[in-house]
């Protein structure tokens, strides 16, 4: 099957059942989406040392069942935020690995023009507004995007939601609490999905937060929530599945906590040594790569498993080349925002 045709058993550009799912073919295609994002972020950590990347590069290594399991079921109509530790996200949401790549190293071709770097990549056309560096800063926006969806569903007939995915760290701010309290107020159709990965910065989520499990505060809101195992792609898929679901029905928002572990630091810049070494050995077994594709032993020769592994590290070593060799963009100045200007001219 072609990438293209694996791509539509995810569900682009239509609904998807959520009973029985997913399919075999939704797991083969989750699968080898998360293993392109993991060599992504291979590939980058490499880039940076390299010299090839401006600035820090947040990698979510260990985290790639929460990003592509929880975007499996949106269309493009479906408006997705996102946060500075995004590519699982935006690979999720359809937009191509070339254009991610040529972004990230800035340049013409990428998805932004070479404009936004690793943290802001956006595509209308995909329905993701992309990520920002304010922590947080994407679930009010999220909950803004679903009132105009909301608006449009009744006007036209249509179910659209907007979908949030946001940190442990964001969950401790201000804007996340109004935020869901006017989604529940307005049964508005949002999924909030955290992306429950126990730091904040170098912080543990015990320094932060006076309960373990932030979905219990869901209820305050009259808001449905769930807990999930972030690490098993299948679960997230569904309890997600559920919530967009529900939001289509017009019942109003969700949260599902994904409990899952930032395997490397909180980016490029982090030099480590506060993640005890006990519990990344723990964790490492749990590696959600390996997890889905030991859910697919039984149904798929490990031939093929091999066949499609091989595949997406292909796709993203292709794309790497491409965009090294991609020219660099060329700007233009603003007149009227220009820092000087001659009086009279």
């Given at each position: 099957?072609?990438?293209?045709?694996?791509?539509?058993?995810?569900?682009?550009?239509?609904?998807?059942?959520?009973?029985?799912?997913?399919?075999?073919?939704?797991?083969?295609?989750?699968?080898?989406?998360?293993?392109?994002?993991?060599?992504?972020?291979?590939?980058?950590?490499?880039?940076?040392?390299a010299g090839k990347t401006r600035g820090p590069i947040h990698r979510c290594d260990g985290?790639?069942?929460?990003?592509?399991?929880?975007?499996?079921?949106?269309?493009?109509?479906?408006?997705?935020?996102?946060?500075?530790?995004?590519?699982?996200?935006?690979?999720?949401?359809?937009?191509?690995?070339?254009?991610?790549?040529?972004?990230?190293?800035?340049?013409?071709?990428?998805?932004?023009?070479?404009?936004?770097?690793?943290?802001?990549?956006?595509?209308?056309?995909?329905?993701?507004?992309?990520?920002?560096?304010?922590?947080?800063?994407?679930?009010?926006?999220?909950?803004?995007?679903?009132?105009?969806?909301?608006?449009?569903?009744?006007?036209?007939?249509?179910?659209?939601?907007?979908?949030?995915?946001?940190?442990?760290?964001?969950?401790?701010?201000?804007?996340?609490?109004?935020?869901?309290?006017?989604?529940?107020?307005?049964?508005?159709?949002?999924?909030?999905?955290?992306?429950?990965?126990?730091?904040?910065?170098?912080?543990?989520?015990?320094?932060?937060?006076?309960?373990?499990?932030?979905?219990?505060?869901?209820?305050?809101?009259?808001?449905?929530?769930?807990?999930?195992?972030?690490?098993?792609?299948?679960?997230?898929?569904?309890?997600?599945?559920?919530?967009?679901?529900?939001?289509?029905?017009?019942?109003?928002?969700?949260?599902?906590?994904?409990?899952?572990?930032?395997?490397?630091?909180?980016?490029?810049?982090?030099?480590?040594?506060?993640?005890?070494?006990?519990?990344?050995?723990?964790?490492?077994?749990?590696?959600?790569?390996?997890?889905?594709?030991?859910?697919?032993?039984?149904?798929?020769?490990?031939?093929?498993?091999?066949?499609?592994?091989?595949?997406?590290?292909?796709?993203?070593?292709?794309?790497?080349?491409?965009?090294?060799?991609?020219?660099?963009?060329?700007?233009?100045?603003?007149?009227?925002?220009?820092?000087?200007?001659?009086?009279?001219?």
């Amino acid at each position: 099957m072609s990438r293209q045709a694996r791509a539509m058993a995810l569900g682009a550009g239509r609904r998807v059942a959520m009973k029985n799912s997913p399919t075999v073919e939704e797991q083969l295609e989750m699968l080898r989406r998360m293993v392109a994002v993991r060599h992504l972020e291979e590939r980058l950590g490499e880039l940076h040392k390299a010299g090839k990347t401006r600035g820090p590069i947040h990698r979510c290594d260990g985290q790639e069942a929460i990003g592509i399991g929880a975007t499996a079921m949106l269309d493009d109509e479906d408006l997705l935020t996102s946060t500075h530790r995004g590519h699982a996200h935006y690979v999720g949401k359809g937009v191509g690995m070339h254009p991610i790549v040529a972004e990230i190293l800035g340049r013409a071709t990428g998805a932004c023009a070479g404009r936004a770097g690793h943290m802001l990549i956006a595509d209308m056309q995909k329905g993701l507004l992309g990520g920002n560096a304010i922590v947080g800063g994407g679930i009010p926006a999220a909950t803004g995007f679903a009132v105009s969806l909301q608006m449009k569903n009744r006007a036209d007939g249509g179910q659209r939601v907007a979908m949030c995915i946001f940190g442990d760290g964001a969950a401790q701010t201000g804007i996340c609490h109004e935020s869901m309290n006017i989604a529940a107020l307005w049964k508005l159709p949002v999924v909030f999905v955290l992306e429950h990965n126990q730091y904040g910065l170098t912080a543990h989520h015990s320094t932060q937060s006076s309960v373990p499990d932030l979905s219990i505060r869901a209820a305050g809101y009259g808001m449905p929530s769930e807990i999930v195992d972030g690490n098993d792609v299948i679960a997230v898929h569904r309890a997600v599945g559920a919530a967009v679901e529900r939001a289509r029905r017009g019942e109003g928002p969700s949260l599902v906590e994904a409990k899952t572990y930032r395997m490397v630091g909180f980016s490029t810049s982090d030099v480590g040594g506060y993640q005890k070494d006990e519990d990344l050995a723990i964790w490492r077994e749990r590696d959600p790569i390996v997890l889905a594709r030991a859910m697919l032993a039984d149904s798929i020769p490990a031939g093929r498993l091999d066949e499609i592994v091989a595949e997406a590290r292909a796709e993203v070593d292709a794309a790497v080349e491409q965009a090294l060799n991609d020219p660099l963009p060329t700007f233009t100045d603003h007149a009227p925002s220009a820092p000087y200007t001659i009086a009279g001219a």
